[in-house]
């Protein structure tokens, strides 16, 4: 029907009472009237209903903001007031599309205004800057179990970067957040956690990080590749390690190439810059790293990139399973 009207009568598809969010109106009303049917046991009107000691009680309007807009529905009550909505909950003004939405934007590297005015123009959808600041919070708290997550045993490679972002601290001052990334044994790519640093670490610094990665679970890496960190290098010179340094000089100049190429990191590097390109610079010191890990939480989506690389280290990983027998196994994890 409504499709019919929207032909008849030129009905705009998006916008204020456009043909999608009418369409969602329905769907969702229809939804909530399925649930207090559940609730109830019983249809509207229905004579079991009578004398039953709880029945409909009319309902109330509520504007909730979905991804087509500001739609209002009606929610359904009942006598006993006992219903309560799984659909549209109680004090709940988005639906979950929303959330994500804004989270994807930010990723992208869009400010809390941009993201504003970017869902005030397609959507028609307002929603200020402070309700997407509460948004973006809610990733600090998957952020943090990201980064106590348990690790496996055994990594065969961990790379160890940093990219560089701008916190307004008067003046605005560059920070460092460095990034650890790992091969696993499977040959596939795992990010093992993000830090922010002052720009000035030491081997103390370092130290506190491989051991926070160790009590993750981490015991074994077989190599480690970083370039121009300020510090790392003092943890354990690679002089007090030559032993496990000597099969390295005896592979292949193209699995060398692998290993210490900077494509290897630099594919997720060109994906966090971009973000923090896009945003400039940074209201609070704990901004920049949630900017980092909405970037990456956005990786590769397709899957490509995971194919991709996981094919790169199939010949690298044969020759360490090679050099160091018995350290690298599936079954190590």
Not at 50 to 73: F, I, Q, W
Not at 229 to 253: H, I, M, N, R, T
Not at 313 to 321: G, R, S, V
Request: hydrophobic share 40%; proline share 4%.
């Amino acid at each position: 029907m409504l499709v019919e009207r929207a032909r008849s009568e030129g009905l705009q598809l998006t916008g204020q009472d456009g043909l999608l969010q009418q369409l969602t109106k329905r769907v969702l009303e229809s939804a909530l009237e399925g649930e207090i049917t559940d609730h109830l046991g019983h249809d509207k009107h229905d004579a079991v209903g009578r004398g039953s000691g709880n029945s409909r009680n009319g309902g109330r309007a509520k504007t909730v903001l979905t991804d087509v807009g500001p739609v209002e529905v009606k929610v359904p009550r009942d006598t006993s007031g006992t219903f309560e909505s799984q659909i549209v909950k109680k004090r709940q003004r988005r639906l979950t599309g929303v959330d994500e939405m804004v989270l994807s934007l930010s990723a992208k590297g869009l400010t809390h205004g941009e993201i504003s005015a970017h869902l005030a123009e397609v959507y028609g959808a307002e929603v200020s800057k402070q309700t997407i600041s509460t948004i973006s919070d809610q990733v600090m708290d998957g952020m943090a179990a990201w980064q106590s997550r348990p690790l496996d045993r055994v990594y065969p490679v961990l790379f160890v970067d940093a990219i560089n972002v701008k916190i307004r601290d008067q003046p605005v001052a560059n920070r460092p957040i460095y990034l650890v990334m790992a091969v696993t044994v499977e040959g596939e790519r795992d990010i093992l956690g993000i830090w922010a640093g002052d720009g000035g670490e030491g081997a103390k610094y370092w130290l506190q990080v491989f051991t926070e990665l160790k009590n993750r679970g981490l015991d074994d890496v077989l190599m480690l590749v970083c370039d121009g960190l300020k510090g790392l290098p003092d943890v354990k010179l690679w002089s007090d390690a030559w032993a496990e340094f000597v099969p390295f000089l005896a592979y292949d100049v193209g699995i060398c190439k692998v290993i210490c190429s900077t494509n290897a990191i630099e594919s997720v590097n060109a994906r966090i810059r971009k973000t923090v390109r896009a945003r400039g610079h940074f209201p609070t010191e704990s901004a920049g790293p949630k900017c980092v890990y909405l970037a990456l939480m956005s990786l590769d989506p397709t899957g490509k990139g995971r194919r991709r690389w996981t094919m790169r280290w199939k010949a690298p990983l044969n020759a360490f399973q090679i050099a160091f027998d018995g350290r690298l196994s599936p079954s190590s994890r």
